[in-house]
């Protein structure tokens, strides 16, 4: 409904939402490789009676805990697993290769596996040869990438790399698993398209237990890309730019819409301070928190004419805007969320409250008509309805169908189509899996003599993205209520730094404090703090250089330096 709004009343495309900082990259890589930027497995499938799982750039049992249970269960029952992550996470204690990547180096490690993976001709020969278009232009790239030198970029033992690239290659079953430590970087499309190059090239394309499977970060943040949360695409990924397609959105919607590509929403901050953007209207996001940079989002916001934040709570995002429109929560209204596998979850009113919180749909209904769209008020099954008639992958899906207990993924083309489990079967979507030949670049900001650690951001266990619902429980606060930074013994020693000493956090953007947490679980020279905390506010450290191709930030790499405390006050 809020990108139906953007296109009919404000006239642009400039609509997105907060994939763009998280998985914009997995959505934009994937469509370009196989075409299809979503998930290719189910959780299940992915998890249970699979021989090797490659888990790269994710710490599921904290940021994706059910996830992450099935796959220390898997391991316990035997399943081989290959983590490659910058930090000792809990599953590396479980692991029989940890590959301890120098964070942004994603590419390099997958050509290097690449490289050995063809030398020792452990590829799937007549896969390539039939389903692939690109092989000989990456087989010539990923010469260059020996396990020596992956070694030496990625800080890596090239005989591990060896051995990890043999384990997955000659596995049976072998699901590609990853997260924003793929994405959120540069590179992080072509991250992630090495990823797909590494799963095709084996053949683990279109199969059980195998595949390429991004975890998405919300519980909706697959269905708001779906539903054509997007500067560049209608609702299931139809092209604004597509005349054909156009035509038919402006039957179904009544009005002339624009073939003009809109702006994603990191590009949105810096046309508001440049006087292009004059109005913006966010619904249930926290960029102030959320996103990079943030004395350059303030400034960005306190830059606009106008503007409006429909939200659950007044948060520091909200606290700028010119206008609060209240929303009720998820245990108000009726619904469906689309998960991470695909899969269109029915979700049903549990409770009602006083006060003057509206449904999203409602709110966004009374404002298309005040603009002078004549937007009839729909309930949510008619909604979906509309979504069925004009989005191909979403035809067959219905209220009535999801009531009756259908469990239904996308692509369901029709009222008997049974949906769809695993993408990709006996073809890729786009005909031809493209072999995308990636070089590795390092990421924008490297450390130096001014700032010479490299900072790396996540998520914790005990509480959510910018914490707005999770840090209004005492028992969560109580288990985690404070931000720290995880550094190297080795580092803390240089500088004097004990564990559980408050710290002065620094990079080019602004300084924090945080209470250190010494140890190995991160390398020498590397660091990393969670971005939940409103006494550790992390984004304002981290860069808000972008992705060339999906504009996402990179969260993961920035160059920082620790300092004793001293007095707070100088700072």
């Known amino acids: 409904m809020v990108q139906k709004m953007v296109r009919t009343c404000f006239g642009t495309n400039n609509t997105d939402n907060c994939a763009r900082v998280c998985h914009s990259a997995t959505v934009t890589g994937l469509a370009k490789t196989l075409g299809s930027g979503a998930m290719t497995n189910p959780v299940y499938d992915i998890t249970h009676d699979v021989d090797v799982i490659l888990l790269v750039g994710s710490n599921p049992e904290e940021a ?110 072998a699901p590609i698993i990853y997260c924003l430590g793929v994405t959120e970087h540069t590179t992080g499309t072509e991250g992630v398209m090495s990823m797909s190059n590494l799963a095709v090239i084996c053949g683990k394309i279109g199969k059980s237990g195998c595949g390429v499977n991004p975890l998405r970060g919300q519980n909706n943040v697959q269905g708001a890309c779906d539903m054509g949360a997007s500067p560049t695409d209608y609702p299931g990924y139809q092209k604004v730019d597509n005349a054909e397609v156009r035509k038919k959105f402006e039957k179904a919607w ?145 209220y009535k169908r999801l009531d009756e207990g259908e469990s239904l993924q996308w692509p369901c083309t029709g009222p008997g189509h049974p949906g769809t489990a695993i993408m990709h079967e006996g073809h890729p979507a786009r005909g031809k899996a493209l072999l995308y030949p990636a070089r590795y670049v390092p990421s924008a900001e490297l450390p130096d003599e001014e700032y010479p650690l490299m900072l790396m951001t996540g998520r914790i266990l005990y509480q959510y993205n910018a914490s707005a619902m999770t840090s209004r429980s005492q028992g969560l606060n109580e288990m985690a209520g404070e931000g720290f930074i995880e550094i190297n013994y080795k580092d803390a020693n240089r500088l004097y730094i004990g564990n559980g000493e408050r710290v002065i956090v620094r990079s080019r953007r602004g300084a924090v404090t945080a209470t250190a947490r010494v140890g190995r679980k991160v390398s020498e020279g590397e660091t990393w703090m969670p971005f939940h905390f409103p006494d550790s506010p992390v984004n304002q450290l981290t860069n ?28």
């Open 64 to 173: 994706h805990p059910v996830v992450g249970m099935q796959i220390r269960q898997a391991v316990k029952n035997g399943t081989r697993l290959i983590v490659a992550d910058p930090r000792d996470i809990s599953l590396t204690k479980h692991a029989d290769i940890h590959l301890k990547l120098r964070p942004g180096t994603n590419v390099a490690f997958a050509n290097g596996m690449m490289h050995v993976i063809i030398e020792e001709g452990l590829t799937d020969d007549a896969y390539i040869k039939e389903n692939t278009e690109g092989y000989e232009e990456l087989k010539e790239l990923v010469k260059e990438y020996t396990p020596e030198k992956v070694g030496e970029l990625c800080h890596i033992d090239p005989d591990k790399l060896r051995e990890a690239a043999r384990m997955y290659a000659c596995a049976q079953k």
């Open 254 to 398: 009544g009005v002339s819409l624009s073939d003009k590509p809109g702006l994603k929403a990191t590009e949105v901050f810096p046309a508001a301070i440049e006087g292009r953007i004059k109005g913006l209207y966010i619904q249930g996001e926290d960029p102030v928190v959320s996103d990079p940079d943030t004395k350059h989002i303030i400034k960005a916001l306190d830059s606009l004419e106008f503007f409006v934040v429909q939200d659950l709570f007044m948060t520091e995002t909200a606290k700028r805007a010119d206008v609060v429109l209240p929303a009720i929560s998820y245990a108000e209204k009726e619904g469906t969320f689309t998960n991470t596998e695909r899969r269109v979850q029915r979700i049903r009113k549990a409770v009602s409250l006083k006060g003057d919180m509206r449904p999203d749909t409602d709110i966004l209904t009374d404002l298309m008509n005040a603009m002078g769209y004549p937007q009839k008020r729909m309930t949510p099954a008619e909604i979906m309805d509309e979504i069925a008639s004009v989005t191909p992958s979403f035809a067959g899906i219905s």
């Open 544 to 571: 808000a250089a972008l992705d060339e191709y999906a504009r996402i930030p990179e969260f993961k790499v920035c160059s920082i330096r620790v300092e004793k405390i001293g007095d707070w006050s100088d700072y």
